[in-house]
């Protein structure tokens, strides 16, 4: 981007004061943006202030609002909840409770507010704002504060973040807490999985989600539920039938467990509400399986914030303090959000207004306008959901006559498996015949393939790894015996799901296209892999999955020294030579340095960081974390660097030393890699049948140009197909990395967040946009 970059540091705080609240219900990752919001006031010279118990602290004043210092938000980042309390605050909704609020802020001289909460705390906060200047002089007329004051802080700056497990607020793609909500829910219904297979048993879950069912569709999504009750789109007349029908033909398939979600505001079309009891009632009646009710509960705000969450956090409130920087007495109250990986800033009252027609179309039983309504993410979950949780029946189904092979390439990656049914499932409904390839391209050559079809796939979506097989070797040594078995098999299509390798060997095919004509034929390259190097996206599935084992085992590190004396631990992560899963899992655990390779570093660094380490132990601090990517420096080894701190650090800290491994690409999928995966599947494939009938001539598939070889990749907002051969220039094969890596740009932040003074380009940001204007393709960050 050709921009003349725009430094924040010509942005100063000084004389500025900023109060931070959480209010209403809490969430995980609140902690993470109070954390962010004190250390960035803090670093632009403003005073910060905490409000205990949210707006009822505001009203109560005296110990509840208390000045704050770097020191006092350290190690609550892994914390769930809210450290600084929130209440339902009555008062607050009167005109003498406001009043009371805005003299125990004028007495500080607070002027600027940063909120977390939900809908309702959020239009609360503008009410205070609209009535600021006549509150202050009703002060004045009772004599409690001056005329001085009265235009000394004449105006009340509002920045919202919003905190919600529901992910209910319309104009965010995700708000904070909800992946670490679905966390814990994916969590439960894997344990779950385990025993309603070991019996044959129905399970009904309730989630939360009065007015919203987000957690109950994208749960429903990543764990292949049977049938999903949410409030926005309510079963047809006739639904009692058609979902019995369906959970026995399942069984029939030899499926041995049925798992059905109920959000806890779920309705059929009369607005009657469906609970979790009817659903296992009408199961036992009509079916006479062994049924059981599980209401997840308050489980589900619980826990630590997921990595997402926490970065989410942080992003959201540096760009809420620097939005408040920014105000002026015109710029209306906003909401800091995340559009794709993007953070913006929208007009609070448009999306509070927004978010208030859901729940009326909803009420006036205008069903798929409240769909709608909610957003394009969740209106591709809904469709999504629906085309691959029902099969139709055969006589249906269309019939192409073309053959979709599918196969994994490079190491394993979590997701993997959720892309592979999705593209067997999709691939089904459009007509095709799917192939899966075992070994990637190794297999090929071998003949290791094989028709599968939509059973086959059945509870895929949360298993690790690759069921498929998956090998590092490319094609080229093996082209005649690929074409060969293309020939043998008609394949008319490819599906690659993978890393680096998966790139580079569609590459290889698409150049050998001149040689071969059976390559000459549509291919799709499904981006997985945790090193997220590969060029065309933002995004790689699986990279996720990693991301929360690091910060996962960050945590578990940095607690084995709680009640030693101060402790600094080395950890070496993964991911070749890109710098992403060090650089974001510094970000997420709270770590004081990131050395990658993207961002070359000398023995003065080294020895500036370590310097800057030894002062921050010597006050309150007890424990430092230093991220170091395995491939940064062929030199400065993590021994070299664990060896250095631990001789400079002498007297003040010890050190350890941990390599992370191969725990990094084990496990089962995040929620995000699940969802991701599925829907990129989902997408590919579509574009697939379309690229089949547009080749379509003579009886024969002939594809031969740069745009029937692509990568879809999340760019910034949106999903993309981009030829392979556009993106060889965007490419460092060397290093197997892209030229341009938008995460880099986050550097800075991590630095702020641990103390350290530079400079962080916020060109992107500082533009108010509006709800109705965020692009309608806004295919996301969000799952």
Known sequence: MDHQPKFFENLSGAGKAIAVLTSGGDAQGMNAAVRAVVRMGIYVNAKVYFIYEGYQGMVDGGDNIVEVSWESVSSILQVGGTVIGSARCKSFRTREGRLQAAFNLVQRGITNLCVI???????????????????????????????????????????????????????????????????????????????????????????MGRHCGYLALVSALACGADWVFIPEYPPEEGWEDTMCVKLSENRARKKRLNI?????????????????????????????????????????????????????????????????????????????????????????????????EVQKAMDEGRFLEAVRLRGRSFENNLNTYKLLSHKKPDAELPKTNFNVAVLNVGAPAAGMNAAVRAAVRVGMTEGHKIFAVIDGFEGFARGKIKEISWGDVGGWTGQGGSILGTKRTLPAKYLEKIAEQMRTNNINALMVIGGFEAFESCLQLYEARASFEEFRVPMCVLPATISNNVPGTDYSLGADTALNAIVETCDRIKQSASGTKRRVFIIETMGGY?????????LAAGADAAYIFEEQFDIRELQANVEHLTEKMKTSIQRGLVLRNENCNENYTTDFIYQLY???????????????????????????????????????????????????????????????????????????????????????????????????KLRPLMKILAKYKTSYDVSDSGQLEHVAMLPKEAETGAI
């Open 117 to 207: 909460g939900g809908d309702g705390s959020l239009t609360g906060a503008n009410l205070f704002r609209e009535e600021w200047s006549g509150l202050l002089e009703e002060l004045a007329q009772k004599g409690k504060i001056d005329a001085e004051a009265v235009k000394k802080y004449a105006y009340l700056n509002i920045v919202g973040m919003v905190g919600s497990i529901d992910n209910d607020f319309c104009g965010t793609d995700m708000t904070i807490g909800t992946d670490s909500a679905l966390h814990r829910i994916i969590e439960v219904v894997d344990a779950i999985m385990t025993t309603a297979q070991s019996h044959q048993r129905t399970f009904v879950l309730e989630v």
């Open 260 to 356: 059905i979600i109920v959000a806890e505001g779920a309705i059929d079309c009369h607005n009657k509400p469906i609970t979790s009891e009817k659903v296992k009632d009408l199961v036992v009646q009509r079916l006479g399986f062994d049924t059981r009710v599980t209401i997840l509960g308050h489980v589900q705000r619980g826990g630590t914030p997921s990595a997402f969450d926490r970065i989410l956090a942080s992003r959201m409130g540096v760009e809420a303090v620097l939005a408040l920087l920014e105000a002026t007495p015109d710029t209306p109250a906003c909401v800091v959000s995340l559009s794709g990986n993007q953070a913006v800033r929208l007009p609070l009252m448009e999306c509070v207004q927004m978010t208030q």
């Open 578 to 586: 890109c710098g992403y899963l060090a650089n974001m899992g510094a």
């Open 646 to 744: 631990s001789e400079e650090g002498k007297g003040v800290f010890d050190c350890r030393k941990n390599v992370l491994g191969h725990m990094q690409q084990g496990g089962a999928p995040s929620p995000f890699d699940r969802n991701f995966g599925t829907k990129i599947s989902a997408k590919a494939m579509q574009w697939i049948s379309k690229k089949l009938k547009e080749t379509y001539r003579k009886g024969k598939i002939f594809a031969n140009t740069d745009d029937s070889v692509c990568l879809l990749g999340m760019r910034r907002r949106n999903l993309v197909f981009q030829p392979v051969a556009e993106l060889k220039s965007e490419t460092d094969f060397v290093h197997r990395i892209p030229k341009e890596q938008w995460w880099l």
